[in-house]
């Protein structure tokens, strides 16, 4: 086996033709004989050749490479976000990088120095994912930035905003809860307290509290499912509490879970329970969790129109529009 790389001179080599030709011939729109070409494919078929993309972004004033970097992949909804988003680069004949800050052993500088090395057209920032200190190393190498679900440090110049509208999603929960007759509500944070995720419960507090419904809040914890079973084995073991809304589905679902199987709870009878985002494992039968949708394809063409953009281009904010998403997890009674 032949550990080597085959090489366009070796292409060129075997089809009798110079370097040049084989360039040509894989260089969309360049001039090229048809004879030329056909010696050429056959060679390459029989050696196994295949373009090297990275060397030719070297030539171009943007690469086609897009750094795409995260802290919570295992999240239900940031897993299937990233899925969405590299079927979508691909289509655009754009590559991946993807950078997982939760594996980085050390400093986070290093891991996103070393993507830019590789000359990325732009770096997406997944919701929360990333400290400041991340953003303005992208920013100070010149790279193009799209920061998903964040606030924009005042460092930064050049960065796309793609927000979906956290407030009005924390509204809705509270609303559908009133009008289910909850009287005592929780609300799950978690401590990670990201801009979005703020947004999300100090909107559902506030209206909760306009309509003189008691709010229990839980911040404590990763934010991740157990952080959620945690929550539920110490709140719900208070009778008064009817109603919980968490920030997000993977809170809401470790809630959820916990309160059927474990504390025996009946779901929605006893407590309804809301989340957040809309990930496809909350529409499955077993959860059948009502939530507040951020579209994941609203997000995905908003994003993917950020990194089609000009390099100098003007700057966007894009809101992605939030709706509420009624299954089985929130009673129908009270003013329905």
Not at 113 to 132: I, K
Not at 150 to 161: E, I, K, S, Y
């Amino acid at each position: 086996m032949n550990s080597k790389f085959v090489s366009a001179s070796d292409v060129a080599k075997r089809a009798g033709v110079s370097r040049s030709a084989v360039s040509r011939t894989f260089t969309s729109g360049a001039s090229v004989s048809r004879e030329t070409r056909l010696k050429v494919m056959a060679a390459a078929e029989e050696l196994g050749y295949k373009v090297n993309l990275l060397a030719r972004t070297l030539h171009k004033t943007r690469s086609d490479l897009v750094g795409v970097v995260g802290s919570n992949l295992s999240s239900p909804y940031i897993s299937a976000q990233i899925d969405a988003l590299s079927a979508a680069l691909s289509k655009h004949d754009l590559q991946c990088i993807l950078v997982n800050l939760a594996q980085v052993d050390g400093d986070l500088t290093k891991s996103v120095e070393r993507l830019l090395e590789y000359r990325v057209r732009t770096v997406v920032l997944l919701s929360g994912a990333a400290p400041d200190e991340v953003v303005r190393i992208c920013s100070a190498n010149g790279t193009r930035l799209v920061l998903i679900n964040r606030t924009m440090p005042d460092t930064v110049v050049h960065a796309d905003l793609i927000e979906a509208d956290s407030a009005a999603g924390g509204r809705l929960a509270a609303d559908r809860l009133i009008k289910a007759g909850c009287r005592h509500v929780a609300v799950l944070i978690s401590a990670s307290r990201t801009h979005a995720k703020l947004a999300r419960a100090d909107a559902f507090i506030e209206r909760m509290r306009e309509s003189n419904v008691a709010v229990t809040e839980w911040r404590e914890g990763r934010h991740c499912y157990e952080t959620g079973v945690e929550a539920a084995r110490v709140l719900l073991t208070r009778p008064d509490i009817d109603g919980l809304f968490a920030v997000s589905d993977e809170l809401a679902l470790g809630a959820l879970n916990t309160a059927r199987h474990e504390l025996g709870l009946s779901v929605p009878e006893d407590l309804s329970v809301i989340g957040f985002d809309d990930a496809p494992i909350s529409a499955w039968a077993s959860h059948d969790l009502t939530t507040v949708r951020q579209s994941l394809s609203a997000l995905t063409e908003a994003t993917l129109e950020a990194v089609m953009g000009p390099a100098n281009g003007p700057v966007s904010h894009r809101r992605i529009k939030v709706t509420l998403v009624e299954r089985g997890s929130v009673r129908r009674t009270g003013k329905d």
